[in-house]
C-alpha cells in the first residue's frame, strides 16, 4: 500500500498513536536544532528507556544521497558524511541501552524483485525525460534571450538506482559503515557501553524483514525477556505491520515527518495532484517549519506507538465481535462452541486485511482502494462476518482460507455498486469542475469586456482632447509608450528572437487608436520585458534556482494526464469481460478463460499465503513470485477452491547481487555498475535476454489521472535463463566483480570493555572461513546483559584496539514464532481516554479529516446498520453480565455522584447533546442492579423530569421505569464501573474548565462595561 496513503488514515482515524519524539526523549538543542549535543550516556528527561534500535538502512541513504528538500551532495564523501550524521541524530534521539542494529537492503526474494524491476525502469525513464526537458528549457530561454545556468561536462547526475546491491556504490558504502561503526565504538560514548550489529547488501533479505527475523529468533529463545523495547526506523508503511506481527508490546516505529519541499510548485494544478498523492495535513504547515525539517527541528520526527494502536483496535473491535458472539450464539439453535474476544487474533486477522488493498509483493484488488476508505470497509465488514464464521487466522500465525472465501463473497456483493459509485463520483467530480472552469471563463470575458470599454472610453477622450487642440500630437502618450518600448527592445541581445521592426510608432490617428485598444499583446510584451531585466538583474545562483524551479514544474505537469480513455467502464455490464480482455487478452466467455481466471485466483491465493507466511515466519520460497500485473476481482476469488494444504513451494535460493542487477536493473543504469561482459547480454540482439530489456515500454493508467498510479508493462524475467547466462559468463568477472557477487555475513561490533567484549576475546580466530561454522557452534548461546542470542566467530583484529569485532549469525529456533504475547510479559496501563475509546467504537473517528470515496460510504453505512441491532439487541435484554463491555448508543458510564445514585452518560444522536439517565435514588448502587435507558426511550424517560441538583452543567438528567425486570432494561457489568467513573470524572472536570471560562469571560465583559 502507498506509504502516504497508508499514515494518512492511520493518523485520521487513530492519531493518539502517532506523538513528537521530543515528548518522549526530551528536549533538544534549540539552535542547532539537533540531538548530537546531548550527552547520550544520560537517560532521558522523562524516564522514557529504549533497549534496541532497529535502523532500516535503504530510508536513510535514499534521502542522504538524493535529498528533494536540499542541494544534493556532489561527492560520494559527502553523502558518506550525510548518512553517518543522520545515524548519530538517531542514535543521540533514541539512545538505546543495549543494542543497535543496522540493515541494508540485500538481494530480495524473487516476488519484491518484481517490483524492484518496476521501479528502477521507472527512474530510469524519468531522468530521460528530465535530461530531454533540461535541454529543451535552456534552449527556450536563450532564445528569449534569458541568462542560462552553466552545464559542467565532467558533472553528472547521480543515479540512485546503484542503491542495489552488487554495485561499487554500495560495496564502497558498506567499507565505509565498517569503519564508521568501528570509530563509534571506540570513542564514542553513545556508542561505547552497547552492541552495533551490521548487516550490509551482501547479506540476502529486506532490510525490515532482516530485522523482524532477528526479532523473532531472539523471542524464541529461553531466557529472552518479554519487557524488551523495541525502535524501529524506516518509511515503509509494512514496518507497522512488521511490528504488529512480532507481537512485542514495547515496540515502536519512528519515521520523519513529511513535509513538503521548498522547490514545491504552487500552481493550483499541482496542490490537486499533492493532494491525489495523499499528501499528509503536515503540508500546511508554515515554511519555517518546512525548512527546519531539513535539519531535524522538533516536530521533525514522531514515535509510532504499537502497544496503543493494539490498544485502538482493541476499543475498534471488541465491543462489536463480543455482542456478535452472543447474538450469533443465542440465535443458533445448535449452540455451537461460544467464542470469546482475542486481541491477538484480531492484530493478526488486521494485518492480513491489509495485505488486500496493497503491499509489495501483490496488486491490490480492483474494488479495493486505500483512498477511497478501503480500510475502513474491510473493518466493519470484519466485524459483520467474523461473529458468524470466526477469526480468519489461527494461534500459529496460519490462515483460514475457507472464512477467507466466504468473507471475500461477502465483499463481491458490493463490487458492482462500488464500480457503479466510484463512477458516478468522478462524474461528479468532473461535471463540478467543469462548472468551475465555465465561470472562471465568463468571470474572465467580463473583465476583458470591462477593460476594453474603459479602453474605448480612453480613447473617445483622447480624440475629443486632440480635436480641442490642432497643434499638438493626437496621440503623443501612445507615441512616447511605442518610443520607450522600442528603446527596451533595443536593449536586448538579438538573440532573444524578437523583431524590433513589428513594433513601430505610427504617424496614422486612427492605427495609434487601434494600438490603445489592443492591450493584451502590449502586456504580454511588457511582461517579457519584465522578465528579461529580472533575469539579467539575477546572480548566477538565484538564475539556477529560478531554472531548477520552472524545470520540476514542467516535470510535474507532464506526469498529469488530462485525460484518460477507459475501455473497461467498470460499472456497466459486461465490466468483468471488459476488464480480462483489456488488461490480459483473454477472449471472453469461453472455457479457456475461466480456466485462466480460476489459476489467476489460486495464485493469487498462493501469493497471500506466500506474504503472511514471510510476515510471520521469514522467506519460505525466494523463486516464488505473483505472475501477473493485475488482480482477479473478489467474486472469481470466493469460487476458487483453494486450500492452503494443497500448496508446496519451492524453498529455492536468492539470486546471486550481480543476477539480482541484471534482473532489475534498465541497461542505461546497467552499463556504470555491470561488467561489460554482462552489460552486452541486455544491448545485444542477438542476446536471449534481450527482449527482458525494452528499450520503451508502457504504463497503464487503469483510468487514473496521474502516470506514477499506473502500472509498469515489463516482462517477467525467466529466472533459469538469467542464471544459466550469468554461469556462463562468469569466467569473464575479474576478482573484485566475483567479490560484488559473493554472499556476506553480518557483523557483531562492540568494545572490549564490555562483558560481550570480553567474551568475543576468548574466542579463537579462524584461519579461514572454512573453519567459521566450528567456531561459532561452539558459542551458539550469548549470555551477556543485553540478552543477545546468537552464534559468534571473531575476526582477525581491527584498526582500534579498544573495538572487538566478529560474524554474527542468527541462533537456532527452538520453536516456531509465537503469534501472541510471551509469559511474564508486563502489560502496560491504557493510555486511551474513555471519550476516545468511545469515539473509536462508535466509529466517529476519520470522517472529518480526510476524504473518503464509496468504500467509506459503505463503511459508514454499516456502522450505522450494525449500531442500530446492537441496540435493538440491547432493548430486548440479551446481554449477558459476564459480557466485560456491552454496546449502547449512547454509551453507559456511571456517574457514581451519590452512593444511592447510578447514571449513564452518553451523545444522544438527534440532538447531539449529552443525556444522563438516573433510576431513583431508593435503588442503591450495586452491581447487581446497575441499569440503562435504550435510546429509543430517551424521549419518552427524559419526560419524567427527575433532575438531580449535583448533575454537572449542561446534561439532562432522567428517571427511567423502576421495574428491573422491564425489557426495557438491561444490566451493566460491575468490571465496566471504573472505567464509567473515570469517564464521568473526565465530563464534569471538562464542564467545571467550560464554566470557568465563561464566568471569565462574563466579568471580563463586565469590566469592559463599566470602562
Known sequence: MGVPAFFRWLSCKYPQVLSDVVELVGPYDQQLGDFGSIDPTQPNPNGREFDNLYLDMNGIIHPCTHPEDRPPPTTEEEMFEQVFHYIDRLVYMIRPRKLVYLA??????????????????????????????????????????????????????????????????MTRLSQALKQFIADRVAHDPAYNNISVIYSDASVPGEGEHKIAEFIRTQRAQPGYDPNTSHVLYGLDADLIMLALATHELQFYVLRERVFPTPQQPSSSSVSGALNAQDSSSDNLESNTIQNAAAIGARNSFQLLSIDILRECLEAEFREPLEIGFEMESSSSSCRPEK????????????????????????????????????IDYLIELYKKLVPRIGYLSDDKGEIHFGRVRLFLKELACTEEYIFQRRKWEEEKKQKQQEERTAIAQRENKASIEARDEKSEELCT?????????????????????????????????SSSGVDETTIQPSPQPQEEKEQLVTEEDEEEEEEQLSNVECMLELTDEQVKEKFEKELKERLYKKKVVDSVQDNIRFGEQGWKERYYESKFHW????????????????????????????????????????????????????????????????????????????????????????????????????????????????????GKRFVWQGVALLPFVDASLLENAVRKAEQALTWEEKQRNSIGESILATNKRTLLGQFISQLSIP????????????????????????????????????????????????????????????????????????????????????????????????????????????RRGKVEPSLPHHHHHPQQVSLGIQSSHFAVVGEDRVGGTDQVFLPPSSIPLTSGNLYASPPSSVVGVASNNYYNSVAPPGLVFANPPTNPASNLLFPIHPCVQQAQMEFLQQIQESSRKRNNRNEDKKDRQAKRTKR
Not at 474476544?341 to 482502494?369: A, I, Q, T, Y
Not at 546471486?656 to 542487477?661: A, D, F, I, K, T
Not at 572487538?804 to 504475547?821: R, T
Request: proline share 8%.
Open 104 to 169: 541494508v537492503d540485500g538481494v530480495a526474494p524473487r516476488a519484491k524483485i518484481n517490483q524492484q524491476r518496476s521501479r528502477r525502469f521507472r527512474a530510469a525513464k524519468e531522468a530521460e525525460e528530465k535530461q530531454k526537458e533540461l535541454l529543451r528549457i535552456r534552449e527556450e530561454w536563450k532564445q528569449q534571450g534569458l541568462q542560462v545556468p552553466e552545464l559542467d561536462p565532467n558533472h553528472k547526475p547521480f543515479d540512485s538506482n546503484v542503491i542495489t546491491p552488487g554495485t561499487p556504490f
Open 339 to 374: 467464542r470469546t474476544f482475542d486481541l491477538e487474533r484480531v492484530v493478526d486477522d488486521f494485518v492480513f486485511l491489509c495485505f488486500f488493498v496493497g503491499n509489495d509483493f501483490l496488486p491490490h484488488l480492483p474494488s479495493l482502494d486505500i483512498r477511497e476508505g478501503a
Open 461 to 493: 477622450s483622447g480624440v475629443k482632447d486632440a480635436s480641442t487642440n490642432h497643434n499638438k500630437s493626437d496621440n503623443s502618450q501612445n507615441f512616447a509608450v511605442a518610443e520607450s518600448l522600442k528603446k527596451r527592445l533595443e536593449q536586448v541581445p
Open 587 to 702: 477472449s471472453p466467455q469461453s472455457e479457456a478463460t475461466e480456466r485462466k481466471k480460476e489459476e489467476l485466483a489460486f495464485k493469487y491465493f498462493e501469493g497471500l499465503l506466500w506474504v503472511m507466511r514471510y510476515y510471520y515466519r521469514g522467506c519460505i520460497s525466494w523463486s516464488w513470485y505473483f505472475p501477473y500485473h493485475y488482480a482477479p476481482f473478489a467474486s472469481d476469488l470466493a469460487a476458487c477452491p483453494f486450500e492452503a494444504e494443497s500448496v508446496k513451494y519451492e524453498r529455492g535460493k536468492p539470486f546471486r547481487p550481480l543476477e539480482q542487477l541484471m534482473a532489475v536493473l534498465p541497461p542505461s543504469s546497467a552499463k556504470d555498475v555491470l561488467p561489460e561482459c554482462l552489460t552486452r547480454l541486455m544491448v545485444d540482439p542477438d542476446s536471449e535476454l534481450k527482449p527482458y530489456y525494452p528499450e520503451d515500454f508502457d504504463i497503464d493508467l487503469e
Open 767 to 874: 584461519q579461514d572461513t572454512s573453519q567459521r561454522a566450528m567456531v561459532a557452534a561452539a558459542s551458539e548461546k550469548i549470555q551477556c546483559p543485553c540478552n543477545l542470542f546468537g552464534r559468534l566467530t571473531r575476526m582477525a583484529e581491527s584498526s582500534s584496539n579498544a573495538v572487538i569485532q566478529a560474524y554474527y549469525y542468527l541462533p537456532a529456533m527452538k520453536h516456531e514464532h509465537v503469534p501472541g504475547l510471551l509469559p511474564n510479559v508486563t502489560l502496560p496501563l491504557p493510555r486511551l481516554e474513555q471519550r476516545e475509546k468511545y469515539s473509536i467504537t462508535d466509529g466517529r473517528t476519520g470522517w472529518k479529516t480526510a476524504w473518503f470515496g464509496p468504500l467509506g460510504f459503505l463503511a459508514k453505512k454499516m456502522i450505522s446498520e450494525r449500531q442500530s441491532k446492537e441496540d435493538q439487541w440491547n
